[in-house]
């Protein structure tokens, strides 16, 4: 028999971020991350509930905020990073210019909403989003419970 495969590829999501905005478009960008910061995230010690990210023209940069990765706990204190700390993402030109225009225009940002691993390499896929109105979010929450209505009545005739 072959052995079992362990689940070593977790799925961070950011559940929070679709409720708060419009997601218009989504980007796989590459993560710049420490090795002690790859051991946290394959044990599923991130949060991206807080993230959000920087696009700058000058100098062309495509920087990560706010977002928390523990800290791991089988390092030394020498090789620990800090849990909160200014990540680098990895993208082509054309995309980090595409992604600053977006962001500096009136309304919009860019949002961490998953964190995952593709061939042993961290990928973090963003957003290009806006924001949602109070009664956008309402009509959200009344579609969902009209669809969760209509799920049970079909569920019940059959």
């Not at 710049?32 to 100098?59: D, F, H, M, Y």
């Not at 030394?76 to 225009?105: C, G, Y």
């Not at 969902?144 to 799920?151: F, G, H, L, S, V």
Request: glycine share 6%; no cysteine; charged share 30%.
């Amino acid at each position: 028999m072959g052995k079992t495969k362990n689940n070593s590829n977790p799925v961070i999501e950011n559940r929070k971020v679709r409720h708060e905005y419009h997601i218009e478009d989504t980007l796989e960008v590459g993560i710049v991350l420490r090795g002690t910061e790859v051991k946290s995230i394959r044990n599923g010690q991130a949060s991206l509930a807080e993230g959000w990210i920087r696009a700058t023209e000058r100098p062309l940069t495509l920087k990560l905020h706010g977002v928390h990765i523990a800290e791991y706990n089988d390092a030394s204190f020498a090789h620990q990073h800090d849990p909160i700390r200014t990540r680098v993402l990895l993208a082509h030109k054309r995309e980090i210019k595409k992604l600053a225009t977006f962001a500096h225009s009136q309304g919009n940002t860019l949002v961490p909403l998953k964190i995952y691993f593709l061939n042993n390499k961290a990928k973090l896929l963003l957003g290009m989003a806006s924001g949602k109105r109070k009664s956008d979010k309402r009509q959200d929450l009344v579609k969902k419970a009209a669809q969760r209505e209509m799920d049970r009545a079909i569920k019940r005739r059959m």
